[in-house]
């Protein structure tokens, strides 16, 4: 174990598909756990999703399967169940720990692995909270955030784009197998984790207010568009069509705003005639609408790079709206440690993201994903002490594939 791999010596065995239950297991192989994910032979669902490469091959699955060991198993077959069972059971200080989303699987069950081994970890991600299905998409659907999502004056609901609940999801389960290791390590007892999807958001929301201000208050926000809840911030356009998101959060913000735009007469006479202190943030933001209206003009006679040279001068929090492509050809990546060339088979070569924690000042290795089955047999020798003859049999048998 070094300083920057702190979850060396943990081996984690992922029946996952899609996001929340794969950056579960990348997150736990970033700190340097060794996860071995098993799908069904061919690949799970996931396996061609897109984006993919101009060959149809998933830039998508491989992301998010970096550093992970593959085996591919026929898990309709129960000899290739008890397999999974033997994989998930084998000996070792750091093993017996099971993540997946493949819900209602008796033979994946706690009580059944846990007759196996019993200090075993089991950490199943489900939909709803009742075991019903559910994917980011739909379980935001029911919680709100849709409907006070997109511009100010939009009647119908507006998805999000970032499925901010699976990625909530799979950090939190991260989070749980650690904390179950730990447990485990003080008091040699395993834990079986239940971590919905639904509750994973609905936890946010109320964590956030957003479902405590309805209980307090009797009511819930009403959307805002690009303007920043409960103070001032919002977004301009500029004299050559740049847009900049400007947020300021404090008193000393608001101020160098004022007056890097030239307002100060202006927004003077304002407060005096609205009884306001802008130096509040509920002031800023309940008078949100006639102080941009001032500030708009600045804007829209200066250029982009105007805006950012008079700006970056300030302490306003500002950042100009951006492409992937435009930030990807900006060099960004290149200065930034945690990104790290990657030779990714199937793909190409391309600046991959370690974990975004530095540990001492160094970021996870990366690793590329290996293509479903490619680890089969060197797994099975590991962690089963299977022979060449016995991966063979099993090979040829169906009941694994890859090599």
């Known amino acids: 174990m070094t300083a920057h ?4 010596g943990l081996r984690i065995v992922e029946v996952s598909s899609f996001i929340a239950s794969p950056l579960c297991g990348l997150t736990l192989s970033q ?26 091959e998933s830039i998508y699955w491989t992301g998010l399967n970096r550093g992970k060991r593959s085996v591919a ?17 084998a000996p070792g ?41 559910g994917v980011d998409y739909t379980v ?67 964590t956030l207010g957003y479902l405590t201000e309805v209980q307090i208050n009797g009511s819930g926000r009403q959307g805002t568009g690009n303007s920043v809840y409960g103070t001032y911030g919002t977004d301009f356009t500029t004299s050559d069509g740049a847009r900049f998101m400007i947020v300021a959060l404090t008193p000393r913000h608001f101020r160098d705003l004022v007056a890097v735009t030239g307002t100060t007469a202006a927004v003077e006479a304002l407060a005096t005639a609205l009884d306001a202190d802008f130096a509040r943030e509920a002031d800023r933001f309940t008078h949100r609408d006639v102080l941009t209206a001032l500030f708009t003009r600045w804007f829209r006679e200066h250029t982009a790079a105007e805006v950012a040279e008079a700006l970056s001068k300030t302490s306003v929090l500002a950042e100009r709206y951006r492409t992937f492509e435009e930030l990807v050809k900006s060099g960004e990546l290149e200065s930034n440690p945690m990104f790290t060339p990657l030779e990714q088979p199937r793909i190409g070569t391309y600046l991959a993201s370690g974990h975004p924690a530095s540990f001492d000042g160094h970021h996870a290795t990366v ?24 991966v063979a049999k099993l090979l040829d048998s169906g009941i694994v594939g890859g090599k």
């Open 140 to 206: 935001n659907a029911g919680l709100g955030f849709p409907s006070i999502t997109g511009p100010a004056d939009h009647a119908g609901v507006v998805n999000h784009v970032l499925p901010a609940w699976d990625v909530a999801c799979g950090l939190y389960a991260a989070l749980a197998v650690a904390a179950a290791a730990r447990h485990r390590d003080a008091t040699g007892e395993g834990t079986r984790i239940s971590l919905p999807l639904e509750d994973v958001a609905l936890a946010t929301a109320g």
């Open 73 to 89: 198993v026929d898990m309709r077959n129960p000899e290739g169940q008890r397999l999974v069972q033997q994989l998930v059971a």
């Open 5 to 8: 791999t702190p979850l060396a």
């Open 367 to 390: 690793a590329p994903a290996s293509a479903v089955g490619d680890d089969t047999g060197s797994v099975l020798r590991d962690l089963l002490g299977s022979s060449d003859s016995d």
């Open 31 to 56: 700190l340097g756990a060794e996860v071995i994910r098993i799908d069904p032979i061919g690949g799970a669902a996931d396996y061609n999703r897109w984006p993919i490469t101009g060959d149809g």
């Open 93 to 133: 200080a750091g093993g017996g720990i099971l993540v997946t989303n493949a819900g209602g699987r008796d033979w994946l069950a706690h009580d059944t692995l846990h007759a196996l081994r019993s200090d075993v970890i089991i950490l199943e991600i489900l939909g709803g909270r009742d075991g019903s299905p």
